[in-house]
């Protein structure tokens, strides 16, 4: 079955550090989107991407946040200058449509990179 | 899109009891989703419900929507410990963006 692939599966940095985190979505899905999750806190959403560009994005997703989609499989989310509060696992998802009324739009994620920011 | 409201926060039962969790929105919908979330892991999508359909079911699940009451109810049959893990709605209005709540966390004992 396939399935959305997150790398790294724990990252550790020390803050004021870049970090890129990469996701490989289900083939032929349009729609990535990445999510954060503090421990113990609910799953936040981050930004959502369709044809090359971001379609919605939270205010959490400042100019600390990029997201890019370097070549036709790899979704990467960017983080410059790392903070403590950015430790999170974080996720990536795709969905092959964006959930109108006659789309179906549900989310496949995957199992998450958690990063450790020291 | 906005965010759902799952009810209640924390549900306890028994094996082989049924689990009934509630999900609350604000404003109309195109469909909701409902999904499931290991520990520690990945949300899985369980099941969608479109705002034209009322009942749906998918094996030991079943969802209901009342759209005139902006809610959502998922009920478990049959639990099993391997249901324990927490459980979110998203109503989604067409936006590129399913936002979720603080869900249910249910346990189910053995």
């Known amino acids: 079955e396939p399935e959305v692939t997150q790398t790294p599966s724990h990252q550790v940095t020390q803050m004021g550090q870049e970090v890129i985190l990469r996701c490989v979505p289900i083939?032929?899905?349009?729609?990535f989107y990445w999510y954060r999750q503090i421990l113990g806190q609910k799953v936040e959403f981050l930004v959502s991407f369709y044809n090359n560009e971001i379609s919605e994005k939270s205010e959490i997703f400042d100019d600390q946040f990029s997201v890019e989609r370097p070549d036709g499989s790899n979704f990467t989310l960017k983080i410059r200058s790392t903070k403590l509060e950015d430790s999170a696992m974080y996720f990536c998802a795709s969905s092959l449509t964006g959930g109108g009324v006659a789309n179906t739009g549900e989310l496949f994620f995957g199992e998450g990179s958690r990063l450790t920011v020291l | 899109s906005q965010q759902g409201e799952e009810d209640p926060q924390a549900l306890s039962i028994q094996e082989g009891e049924n689990a009934t969790m509630n999900c609350s929105y604000k404003?109309?919908?195109?469909?909701l989703q409902w999904y499931r979330q290991n520990s520690g892991r990945g949300l899985v999508h369980l099941i969608l419900i479109r705002s034209n359909e009322r009942e749906k079911h998918s094996g030991r699940l079943r969802v209901t929507l009342d759209t005139s009451k902006k809610s959502s109810s998922l009920l478990i049959t049959a639990s099993r410990a391997a249901d324990t893990a927490s459980y979110f709605c998203a109503p989604h209005s067409g936006t590129y963006k399913y936002i979720f709540g603080t869900g249910t966390r249910l346990k189910v004992l053995a």
């Open positions: 083939s032929n899905h349009l729609y």
């Open positions: 404003t109309s919908i195109n469909n």
